[in-house]
């Protein structure tokens, strides 16, 4: 009997991860959660195009990603998305239709846990202008998702790379106020996170030490926002990556950021070659100083 009693308790521990983290996985999405909480959520569902994460929160419960609000209801939490492709808009959606002009499709999706609970998911995405459906460049993503440390806090390690087919395609954004038919909103496109209203009135902090509005638009390795009740999120950007130090755009009011890596002006990839691109973005718990901020990309990099 104690035998038995000895199997059903390690069966029991082996399925909760450790630190009491679990992982849950339905066709279109995989999760991790803590006491029935969710921390982190990405959904692949292929009906939707563009992966997303959402809810993005920190272990200790506070939740910052938005997904589709009202202003601009094709934001998706933390999400990929160019803003033109040849001069096709793969950014914003028909606000009826829910439909974008340029479409994202989720093509194949692999799915791997390791006994320390790491998810690695390999996704295949093509990018084809929804008049024609004719692809014209394919994209190899990988997204690892490593188990809190001890602290409480997370990584989510995200690499793509970009492959124009027999024409080369041009990735564009809208214009900066300065140039031929600017915008004072011009510059973003990329890996981005919108936040919520909960988390409004924090502070973005970058590599250069500058804090505040006059961080935006600015080249650096990394960029922070932590939110007034502590917690918060820590992007870095990789010295491999297309103009690196990235210019980073960022909206306070909404909250919203991205390393912008088109920002100044549009990039070519020629046909048949191909654009990668790296950023590890960090999920913490409590406060994260200048100094810590730049051990992880140090420690990142190596």
């Known amino acids: 009997m104690k035998q038995i009693a000895l199997s059903l308790l390690m069966s029991l521990l082996a399925s909760v991860a450790p630190g009491g983290y679990d992982i849950a996985e339905t066709s279109d999405s995989i999760s991790l959660s803590m006491d029935g909480k969710t921390i982190w959520l990405l959904n692949h569902c292929k009906e939707e195009g563009k992966p997303y994460f959402h809810p993005l929160a920190t272990t200790a419960g506070q939740v910052f990603s938005n997904l589709r609000p009202q202003d601009h209801p094709w934001h998706r939490g933390l999400w990929f998305s160019w803003k033109k492709i040849n001069d096709v808009n793969y950014w914003e959606e028909n606000r009826k239709t829910g439909q974008s002009e340029g479409l994202t499709q989720l093509l194949r999706i692999q799915r791997s846990v390791s006994p320390d609970k790491t998810v690695t998911l390999k996704m295949d995405l093509a990018y084809a202008p929804a008049k024609t459906g004719t692809v014209?460049?394919?994209?190899?993503?990988?997204?690892?998702?490593?188990?809190?440390?001890?602290?409480?806090?997370?990584?989510?390690?995200?690499?793509?790379?970009?492959?124009a087919l027999e024409a080369g395609v041009v990735l564009d954004r809208t214009p900066l106020q300065n140039q031929p038919r600017g915008k004072s909103w011009g510059g973003y496109a990329g890996f981005s996170l919108r936040m919520n209203k909960a988390v409004l009135g924090g502070t973005f902090l970058n590599s250069e030490e500058v804090s505040g509005s006059g961080a935006n638009r600015q080249s650096a390795r990394w960029l922070s926002y932590t939110a007034p009740q502590g917690g918060g999120i820590l992007m870095l950007d990789h010295p491999a990556n297309l103009r690196y130090p990235s210019k980073w755009y960022f909206v306070e009011d909404m909250p919203f950021m991205t390393p912008a890596v088109i920002h100044d002006a549009p990039h070519t990839i020629k046909a048949g070659e191909t654009l990668n691109l790296r950023y590890r973005l960090i999920v913490y718990p409590g406060q994260l100083n200048a100094g810590a901020a730049e051990k992880e990309w140090v420690d990142w990099i190596r």
Do not use: C, N, Q
């Open 136 to 163: 014209v460049m394919t994209e190899e993503r990988t997204v690892i998702l490593h188990p809190p440390d001890g602290s409480g806090a997370y990584r989510i390690d995200w690499s793509a790379k970009f492959h």
